[in-house]
């Protein structure tokens, strides 16, 4: 499974290596740490589900993303993809971090990121099926980037605001994504809904020039997840992607999107930083413009989890389950995206690995569907334990939802 466990009792020392393990994000003294914070005693003091959120470990995400963009031998912009998590903490602190761009999906996250502390210029819009009550909101404010996704979406922007500067979002039909999941790849050979295809290209341009606006930005985002064995699929994407280029003149900024992903199972390879720059310096070689990069996952994913309480341990038939006080609904991506999900206890009350036995992770809410891990190893469990679900930083709770009316969580930002 991909640990190096110990044969040692009572006692957690040494302590086990786990795959998932890290300086911030281990054992000490036989409970899990997460920046230092003991995970069950904050997790007991909540006294329901909650995510905690590393704000030092949000930080060298970004610290390391900015350190690759730096290699790519062009001038680069980093934007945060708000969606990933909204948490207005953590806003505030990249806004106070100097973060130099956020991309919002919806005017309601635009409103956040301008009230966390982000000026519209260095914010950019890339949504779908915008409404003309969303466009309103948007076009109040002149220097927000806004990456049309649609031909009639240029349409409706030229006849409310002619002559403005837009992004055009294309779709290169070629993408990758966690897995090779289709899920998670929105740009390939089955047609998705994101951007405008080569085959309506001309038409974009066509409606663009007719109301005089300006197409200064590039945008293409080809899939999330993708890992140090999938560039060369994102390569390509993103050289199909620049190919549009050659038909606009007046485009400053390029934005090959997010999808930068980690690792959720031990055979995962981690992203090579190294190398993922090291493509888009090929790229753009020679190419006068800004690259720049919408990364949500690869910023926040692995800075959180979610601490849950366990509920009951039962036997059904020959499975034990682990019931747990917080289901899918707030962190979805596993049931529906088929994400490889983590449960870990947090005080272990047994080290010796061979009593560690296979167990199914169950949520509260009634789903055949709410199961956070089938076949996983863990330490006998008992009531009111406490378990982990790891990368719980991205995609959970800017997802969820109340079905079973179980959407109540806390969130807190730690050191
Ligand atoms: C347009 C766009 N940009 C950026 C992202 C962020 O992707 P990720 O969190 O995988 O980096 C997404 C995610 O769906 C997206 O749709």
Redesign the pocket.
Known sequence: MGRRLVSARPAPAPQPGFWWARDDLDFQDGRLHLAGVDVAARAQAADGPLFLYSAARVRANLARLTGALGQTGRPTRLYY?M??NRFVPLLEAMAWWGLNGI?V?SPAELERALACGFAARDVSF?GTAVANRDLDRLLAHPELTINCDSVGMIRRIGERTPGRAIGV?VNPERGVGYGDSDKLT?AGQAATKFGVYRAQFGEALATARAHGLSITSLHF?VG??YLDGQLGDWEAAIAAGLAFLDDLPDVRTVNV?????LPHRPADAALDLARWAAVLKRRFAGRDVTVAV?????VVKDAGLLALQVTDVEVKRDVTFVSVDGGFNLAPEPAYYGLPCEPVACAPRDWDAGRWAPVTVAGNINEALDVWAADHPMPPMAEGDIVALLNAG??AASMSSNHCMRGEFAEELVG
């Open positions: 993809a969606k990933a991309d999906c890339t979002r929105y985002h999330c997840g999107g997010g999808g930068l992903g919408e990364p949500g996952d690869y991205g995609y």
